[in-house]
């Protein structure tokens, strides 16, 4: 159906068009449009509206603002205001049917680049406009020395003409259907994002004129196959390749002197890499490349030297960088005094290492991700090593270190110091029970981290200090067991409490079913029920005051939980993404819902927040996409940004009087029917939308600026 209407102050499109938006394809604006007039096209006609004539209306400031038409995918044609001067980025994202776009005289800036617009083929300037060009359905700055936006739904191949100097960052992002572009001398700075995303693109030649190629600028050109760098350039950015896979060879000029972290990152189809002799830094470039077999290293570089085709400093004291995709075993030269940060992080095919008696540090991550490498010997030389050296070598089951290492020691394959009193780090593929030996004081950060064959822990009685994060993800273990003489710690029923049992600090990832929270309990710690995720219920009893941050954050399979009128303060995230979660009755008790407590808790229907509460805060029930009602009483004076964002089922809101801050976007995404108290100083309610009161004035909530 196409329709005409008029909008005035007190006329907006929602009420000019009354309630027949769902059969409106074609509309013809006259009049004054608004960021509420946006909001609701965006909100109610994103899917039915193909065309729209604003030629006859003008817009509020003149400029087309952020997400005015976000993702209003049934749109097919707009006819702009000829008064707009603004048009700004994200404006027209993600109109995936848009097949043309024409930019008016009177726009002089546009940051639009028509992201996700992926039926695009022509962009046309009117030929007056001061500041923007078209040709061929590409935009250009008026010169024509800037190329702005290329058309994401364009097909086939493109010769850049030869007056531009500047590829503009994201100008061809996503354009997909891009099988080849041709890049001319005239070009000195492609910016960053330009082609990212180009995933037809074969082959591109960079031309020598071209001084700056910008962050990402070809990450995820999976076609990519191959593609030079010109002498020209003196830095390869980060990540300008990254997840490049189809790249099989690279040749770098001897002009680059740096090559940054993720320059060349996921870009497994490389096999080989040749450094020369202009570079001096390679730190992280190369992550994620397990395809790189051997890596060789110009003579004559002054930083770096190449033995076997491992990388390594000047003096080949330092082992830099091993090729993540060389298979079987391997043997550090014995000159190698240091083995650098994530040196053999995520080889893959290592399998066994031997480590010279030179070796004096091993850095971060250094073996990070050697998943088939299954037992280490720790030379004495050893005496720096990082906690995180072995961070998911998930079949790691052995560490042995030298009788004589001065500084750290190992016993049935972890990881200690010297005299055994800190445990660093449990090999992530040990199986079964352990029995933490009666020296141990001191648990390192994540020591038992992701250990998933590991099915219980005993603490002995020097043990002082344990985080629960020091087991996330050991998804087997059940039990927990303290000596009987720790002055710190206490278990009952497999589970980690302080002393006194009233602190619940761990309770095992592993366990299934319910639980009973013993009734000498006052706090429950933070994190302490970190991902159990085959928790199904709990009882918290009468004594508990306190729930920490995190407390029960992703228990996927709890369904039902009982919060006594006991507890005053539930922290931030306490029952985060609890997705089984059906419904929650927080008692009278509680002040506040604190940041997130319910954020992700998409199986919640229902909610009862009692007239205790004064502030729910942000992202409190956000993404609840289940949750259909919800009563807020009148002891809430505000609600905080996003905090029933994307809570789609939820049907009807009742605001207070006393409500007096809620921010933007509280209820952004949220189809309710809002209803406020005709007595609320600050808000109001139109057609069921939450408005502001300003005097005799009404402001929409509902802006762009939240995005």
Not at 32 to 44: G, P, V
Not at 296 to 302: A, G, L, Q, R
Not at 430 to 437: A, E, N, T
């Amino acid at each position: 159906m196409s329709i005409s209407v008029t909008l005035t102050p007190k006329r907006r499109l929602e009420q000019a068009l009354k309630q027949a938006d769902s059969t409106v394809t074609h509309l013809t604006v006259f009049g004054m449009l608004t960021s509420k007039d946006f909001w609701y096209i965006r909100e109610n006609m994103h899917e039915t509206l193909q065309k729209i004539d604003m030629s006859s209306a003008s817009v509020e400031g003149d400029i087309i603002d952020c997400s005015a038409f976000y993702y209003c995918i049934g749109l097919t044609s707009v006819v702009l205001p000829e008064t707009i001067t603004k048009i700004r980025s994200g404006a027209f994202s993600g109109c995936e049917n848009l097949t043309s776009f024409t930019i008016p005289a009177s726009v002089t800036e546009n940051n639009e680049k028509f992201s996700g617009c992926t039926s695009l083929t022509y962009i046309k300037v009117h030929p007056q406009n001061p500041v923007y060009k078209s040709v061929d359905g590409v935009l250009f700055s008026k010169n024509m020395s800037r190329l702005k936006v290329y058309p994401r739904g364009r097909k086939g191949d493109y010769i850049i003409p030869n007056s531009v100097e500047v590829i503009e960052g994201w100008a061809f992002e996503n354009c997909a259907d891009l099988t080849s572009v041709f890049i001319p001398h005239s070009v000195v700075n492609i910016e960053g994002y330009a082609f990212t995303g180009c995933s037809g693109l074969t082959s591109v030649k960079i031309p020598d004129s071209v001084e700056n190629i910008g962050r990402w600028a070809f990450s995820h050109c999976s076609g990519l196959k191959s593609v030079n760098i010109p002498a020209s350039v003196t830095a390869i950015e980060g990540y300008v390749f990254s997840d490049c896979a189809g790249i099989t060879s690279i040749t770098i000029p001897d002009t680059v002197r740096m090559i940054t972290n993720g320059a060349f990152s996921g870009c497994s189809g490389l096999r080989s890499v040749m450094i020369p002799v202009s570079v001096r830094d390679i730190e992280g470039a190369f992550e994620g490349c397990t395809g790189i077999t051997s890596f060789s290293v110009y003579s004559d570089n002054p930083v770096y030297a190449c033995k076997d085709g491992v990388i390594f400093n000047k003096r080949k004291d330092k082992l830099i960088l091993y090729p993540k995709g060389r298979q079987g075993e391997y043997v550090v030269p014995n000159s190698v005094t240091e083995i650098e940060d994530w040196a053999f992080s995520d080889s893959i095919g290592l399998t066994s290492i031997i480590i010279p008696n030179s070796v004096t540090k091993i850095g971060r991550r250094a073996f990070g991700g050697c998943n088939r490498l299954t037992s280490l010997a720790i030379p004495e030389s050893v005496v720096d090593m990082h906690q995180y050296t072995f961070t998911d070598c998930i079949g790691l089951t052995n560490i042995a270190v030298h009788s004589d290492n001065p500084c750290f020691a190992s016993e049935n394959g972890v990881l200690f110091n010297k005299n055994k009193t800190v445990l660093i780090f449990c090999p992530t593929g040990l199986q079964g029970d352990y029995v933490i030996p009666d020296t141990v004081e001191i648990i390192e950060d994540g020591a038992f981290s992701d250990c998933t064959g590991l099915t219980s822990v005993f603490i002995p009685d020097k043990v002082c200090a344990i985080d629960v994060k020091d087991f996330n993800g050991c998804n087997g273990l059940i039990s927990f067991t303290v000596h009987s003489d720790n002055s710190v710690f206490a278990s009952v029923d497999g589970v980690l409490f302080n002393k006194d049992k009233t602190s619940l600090r761990a309770y095992p990832q592993g366990r299934q079913g319910d639980y009973i929270i013993p009734n000498t309990v006052k706090q429950i710690g933070i994190e302490a029920f970190y991902r159990c995720e085959g928790l199904t219920s709990v009882i918290i009893p009468a004594s508990v005051t306190h729930i920490g941050i995190g407390a029960f954050y992703a228990c996927f399979g709890l369904t039902s939980v009982t919060i006594p009128a006991s507890v005053v303060e539930i922290g931030k995230s306490a029952f985060c993404a609890c997705i089984g979660l059906k419904s929650i009755t927080i008692p009278d008790s509680v002040e506040n819902i604190e940041n997130g407590v319910f954020w992700a808790c998409t199986a919640l229907t229902s909610v009862v927040i009692p007239d205790s509460v004064k502030q729910i805060k942000n992202d409190a029930f956000r993404r609840c996409l289940s949750l259909t009602s919800v009563t807020i009483p009148d002891s809430v004076t505000k609600i905080g940004d996003l905090a029933f964002s994307s809570c789609t089922c939820l049907t009807s809101v009742i605001i207070p009087q006393s409500v007096t801050k809620i921010r933007g976007s509280a209820f952004y995404e949220c189809e309710a029917n809002i209803i406020v108290h005709p007595d609320n100083p600050v808000y109001a309610s139109e057609n069921g939308k939450l408005i502001e009161k300003k005097g005799k004035r009404k402001k929409n909530l509902e802006k762009c600026d939240f995005f």
